[in-house]
């Protein structure tokens, strides 16, 4: 089945800085590759995705990046602010007709120092 | 506040009993997914559910079932109940049957005792 391996499981930047969070997947086909972002006594929240076809994707401060050949994606955050503190979880979907196997990466909790 | 509503918010029993979680998608969201997150075990998939029709499944026990009704709410029940059960619970929905634009709710905290 897949696996999925998320580094660094804990990550401290200071205000402004740049974090990169990045996760490994093992099933070649898996197509669908969302980030949530949790905070703390909150359900995960969507941040952004990116499918297969796809290389880049960014939203304002936030930008994920997917190398299919290596199996890896990444998700860059620029500008770093004290709310972007939180746990991030990436996930590898595959959705294949009606068929949806989900697998999430183990988190990694961010702290935006200010 | 994601429009998603999970009954109770936290939730104690004792090993071997059974509980009901209950889960009001979004209104207008047809697909509702329900999630295990626990600390050995991370943030799990367990089930999905399509307009009333099981579309997935994952990482969810035979002691575990679920079934979503007519008026698209959830229901996630849980039964001979065991220590290692005890976890966040956490349903989110979609308007379609992709996982793709999820809201979850706030979970229910479930401690087995």
């Known amino acids: 089945g897949e696996n999925v391996e998320q580094h660094p499981s804990t990550l401290s930047v200071q205000e402004g800085d740049s974090a990169v969070i990045k996760c490994t997947y093992s099933?070649?086909?898996?197509?669908?590759f969302p980030w949530y972002k949790q905070e703390l006594g909150k359900g995960p929240q969507l941040i952004i995705d990116?499918?297969?076809?796809?290389g880049e994707k960014k939203d304002q401060r936030i930008a994920v990046t997917l190398n299919k050949t290596a199996k890896h994606f990444s998700l860059h955050i620029t500008e770093t602010q004290p709310e972007d503190s939180a746990v991030y979880f990436c996930?590898?979907?595959?959705?294949?007709?009606?068929?949806?196997?989900?697998?999430f990466g183990t988190g990694t909790k961010l702290q935006v120092i200010p | 506040d994601s429009g998603v509503t999970q009954t109770p918010k936290h939730l104690i029993t004792a090993t071997g009993q059974r509980v009901t979680l209950r889960c009001s998608p979004r209104?207008?969201?047809?697909?509702v997914y329900w999630y295990q997150q626990s600390l050995d075990q991370g943030l799990q998939f367990l089930i999905q559910?399509?307009?009333?029709?099981?579309?997935a499944k994952g990482n969810i026990l035979e002691r575990f079932s679920a079934q979503q009704f007519p008026d698209l709410h959830s229901e996630l029940n849980l039964s001979s109940l065991e220590l290692g059960d005890s976890a966040l619970y956490f349903c989110?929905?979609?308007?379609?049957?992709?996982?793709?634009?999820?809201?979850f709710g706030q979970g229910t905290r479930l401690t087995v005792v």
């Open positions: 559910y399509y307009n009333g029709e099981e579309r």
């Open positions: 989110a929905s979609s308007i379609r049957g992709q996982n793709t634009e999820a809201f």
């Open positions: 996930a590898a979907i595959l959705n294949s007709g009606g068929y949806q196997k989900v697998t």
């Open positions: 099933d070649s086909a898996s197509n669908y």
């Open positions: 209104s207008g969201d047809l697909s």
């Open positions: 990116i499918r297969s076809n796809v």
